[in-house]
């Protein structure tokens, strides 16, 4: 699941333990589920945990046969708020009048520009987020993207992802991981999660573990990509022609990366785009040292040389270089380690977003907030 998933499964668990509203989740799905079978993960985990979950059918992406069947959802449920999640939902909620009647909250994690299609989409947030009554965005440069789209600096509030600590991977757990990819005694884990897409830049992390090769030939380390996604076969010919087939490894769509954070001397976010990327609180709440680029939110999130190691994006031998001082001192990696993980428990708890967002709809509900 995405990392604006795995929090609104959160804040759904945590707004009952708060006996302070109860939410259900309407989601989309291009292939019917068959009788109450849920068709991926995220409909799977919300039903286990008692969410009430109403599925649209659509032929198509924007089919407007949506627009009815959320209609429908809204007179069943008869909402004290609506609350959106991604372009698409932003778009119906507005297309379809129910911004009119009651008071909308919108979730904006950001855009993707990954082909024409998906940047045509993205113009129309600039349309749709205008029916907003209130917007949270995961970071600051994303809230000043929606001063620049036209929306008012009153309805916007920077808020980012929250996470659960969780039990860590065993010692068996760990080994078996290990010896699944034949990952020898002896060599460094460098970690990195996230989809194989353009905007998360995994190529310029390929390209530093080149440089790591040509200029620490004497260290012995594995590269783990966790993740799948349209650059993938990209990538692979990156490997192959770098001659860095034994030290990478793809691991594909992974359900429980516990493990893997279990394993890992380090954890890389070469992304050229975030906005608060869940992946990086998991490796914080793991205890795994960072080398990230200083994008969106992960400067709101770390600090360079106290909680992680920041460069610039596209600068794949300064990347290089600041894994090679994480591996090269187990002090340092200690450091960044102990304090990014006492940052996560102290700011990003999901109690601390619960609260937040429930006082939120509290707000909204008072106030009856339908902007004109």
Known sequence: MTGPAKNLLQLCRGARALESAEISIATICRTPAQGDSPVNPFMAAARNAGIGVDIMSERFRYDTRVLDQLRDIVDQRNPDVIETHGVRMHFLARMS??????????????????????????????????????????????????????????????????????????????????????????????????RLSREKAQGDLIAAAAHLR????????????????????????????????GSIVFAGQQNNVRSYYGMADMFALPSLSEGSPNVLLEAMISGVPIVSTSVGGVPETVEHERSALLVPARQPEALARQISRVLGDSALAARLAENANRIVRERFSTEHYCRTVVQAYSELCESRSIPR
């Open 97 to 194: 009048g129910l911004s009119r009647k009651i008071p909308w909250l919108a979730f904006h994690h950001g855009y993707t520009a990954e082909d024409l299609k998906m940047r045509a989409y993205n113009q129309l947030d600039r349309w749709s987020l205008r029916g907003a009554a209130r917007i949270f965005t995961d970071c600051r440069p994303f809230a000043e993207q929606l001063a620049g789209m036209g929306i008012p600096h009153d309805r916007v509030q920077v808020l980012g992802s929250s996470i659960e600590a969780s039990t860590p991977a065993t010692a068996q757990e760990i080994q078996a991981v290990r010896h699944q990819w034949g990952i020898e005694d002896g060599e460094r884990v460098i970690l990195s999660v996230g």
């Open 214 to 245: 040509r200029t620490n030939p004497e260290l012995r380390f594995r590269l783990v990509l966790v993740g799948d996604g349209p650059e993938r076969r990209k990538l692979e010919q990156a490997v192959a022609v770098a001659g860095l087939s």
